[in-house]
């Protein structure tokens, strides 16, 4: 009843073209999909256009972790002081997030994990919530690139917080500088998004990370970009892969 009545708020036009996505989507078959690589290599630039064509949902746990900060939740504050010294935020209260997300509707043709798994404990208990519903990870990215190569992608990086846009000062800039391209507000730099703190991360990457690209390479299910090239050319490797 609550839901009904909620949709009668919805304009004309928002509530059209959500119609118009579902019945694209409806053919499309499902996909469990995730990016997997270091900081900065374009995970959040490609999962919109993969979701767009795929139909998928997009979970983020870096983006998710970030609104539970910004409006201080218990999870938020939690997570807080290990996000801001670059480390991973706890195995239970991720795994937790994304327990809870892969529920929603429109992850049920399946979904982009951006950012997650990122140890092999989360590897290990997302492939246990995926078996109780009968499903399975179909594919890994796994996104490649020279960690010298990364903090300049990562020091000139801006993004929208709402929508978790990415922009890039020299590689992606903004049409209007400081402003997202879609909703006309400001973009923000990341507190976490400099030199110093993206060592810790590259740390944590190479340590706690990659052990999770090996386990999925045993699976046969990973697939490697070469996303040191251009983001167009990315793309068309996604694509290829996942067709
Ligand atoms: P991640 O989500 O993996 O941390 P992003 O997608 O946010 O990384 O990309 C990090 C920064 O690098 C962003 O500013 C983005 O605009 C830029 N970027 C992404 N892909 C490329 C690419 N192929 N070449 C150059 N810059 C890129
Ligand atoms: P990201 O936006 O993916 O760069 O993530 C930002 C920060 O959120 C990381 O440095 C971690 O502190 C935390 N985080 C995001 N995803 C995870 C995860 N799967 N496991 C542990 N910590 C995470």
Same mark, same amino acid.
């Given at each position: 009843m609550a839901a009904a009545a909620q949709l009668e708020d919805v304009p004309n036009e928002s509530l059209f073209s959500e119609l118009l996505r579902r019945m694209k989507c409806a053919p499309k078959p499902e996909k469990r999909i995730i990016l997997v690589g270091p900081p900065g290599c374009g995970k959040g630039t490609q999962s919109p256009i993969i979701k767009e064509d795929f139909c998928l949902c997009h979970l983020a *746990?870096? /983006?998710? #972790?970030? %609104? %539970?900060?910004a409006k201080q939740t218990p999870l938020g504050l939690q997570a807080k002081a290990a996000m801001d010294k670059g480390e991973l935020v706890t195995d239970d209260l991720v795994v937790g997030i994304i327990d809870e997300a892969l529920k929603r509707p429109s992850c049920s043709k399946g979904f982009i994990l951006d950012g997650f798994p990122r140890t092999v404990v989360q590897a290990e208990k997302l492939d246990a919530m995926l078996e109780t519903q009968g499903h399975k990870v179909d594919k890994v990215l796994n996104f490649n690139v020279e960690d010298s190569v990364l903090e300049e992608r990562i020091t000139g990086r801006w993004i929208h917080p709402g929508s978790g846009r990415s922009y890039h000062s020299k590689f992606a800039p903004p049409k209007v500088s400081g402003i997202d391209d879609v909703s006309?507000?400001? #973009?923000?730099?990341?507190? /976490? /998004? *400099?030199a110093e703190v993206l060592k810790s991360r590259l740390d944590a990457f190479h340590k706690q990370t990659t052990p999770v690209i090996a386990y999925y390479s045993q699976k046969g299910i990973v697939v490697d970009l070469q996303a040191e090239k251009p983001a167009k050319d990315v793309t068309s490797q996604i694509e290829k892969a996942l067709s």
């Open positions: *746990t870096g /983006d998710m #972790l970030r %609104a %539970a900060v006309g507000e400001p #973009l923000i730099q990341r507190k /976490d /998004d *400099t």
